[in-house]
Each structure stands twice: as C-alpha cells, then as structure tokens.
Nanobody
Framework: QVQLVESGGGLVQPGESLTLSCAAS????????MGWYRQVPGKQRELIAT???????TYVDSVRGRFTISRDNARDTVSLQMNSLKPEDTAVYYC?????????????????WGQGTQVTVSS
C-alpha cells in the first residue's frame, strides 16, 4: 500500500515561490492520476491540480498559470511548483491520487491522507 509524505511548505511573502514535494513509499506507476489538494480550516479539502501517468496536467482556475504539477514515475514523486503566491493560497497541502486512496478494513472504508505540508503566504 502506498504511503505519501508531503514536504516543502513554509512561510513566504506574496509574490514569492515554493516547491512542494510528495514522496510515495510505494510505486505510483499504477496510479493513473495523481493530484495536489489543499484545505483551509473550516472548509472542505479542494483538489487543485492533477497529473496523469503520461504527464498531462489539469488545474483549477484559481491556480492555473501560477502552479505547475509534475510527477516522476521512476522516483515515485509528485511535485507542485507554486509561483506568484497569494494570501489566499494559504492552506495545508496534500498529495494523493485522484480519486484519493481508499483503505478498506473488515468493518469500514476510509480515505488515506498524509500529514500534509503547511503553506502560509503573508506579508
């Protein structure tokens, strides 16, 4: 089962850049679409960017043109290059498959999420 570890977050000023990384403990080669999500306290987690196995990206309007998602199937990593950051980009960022990895137990089924990485954009 794949486990995901996000890193690269931090505190930056508006207009600056950050690169987030996601390292998978197992192979992501069989995962058709990987994505980056973000969550602000009190709001639902939002899928903001996806990338297919072949490298085709999609973005929500709020990040298109500023963020770039990529994946390295050989190294089992997914990255998110974030430029021209805005205060409204402040959130905890997670990577996961799209749809998210689901873990089934004998009595329940739930989505798997890593610990995420905090991005704060503030002057």
């Amino acid at each position: 089962q794949v486990q995901l570890v996000e890193s690269g977050g931090g505190l930056v000023q508006p207009g600056e850049s950050l690169t987030l990384s996601c390292a998978a403990s197992g192979s992501i080669a069989s995962i058709v679409r990987m994505g980056w999500y973000r969550q602000v306290p009190g709001k639902q987690r939002e899928l903001i960017a996806t990338v297919t196995y072949g490298g085709r990206p999609t973005y929500v309007d709020s990040v298109r043109g500023r963020f770039t998602i990529s994946r390295d199937n050989a190294r089992d990593t997914v990255s998110l290059q974030m430029n021209s950051l805005k205060p409204e980009d402040t959130a905890v960022y997670y990577c996961n498959s799209d749809p998210p990895i689901t873990i089934a137990t004998m009595t329940d089924e739930y989505e798997y999420w890593g610990q995420g990485t905090q991005v704060t954009v503030s002057s």
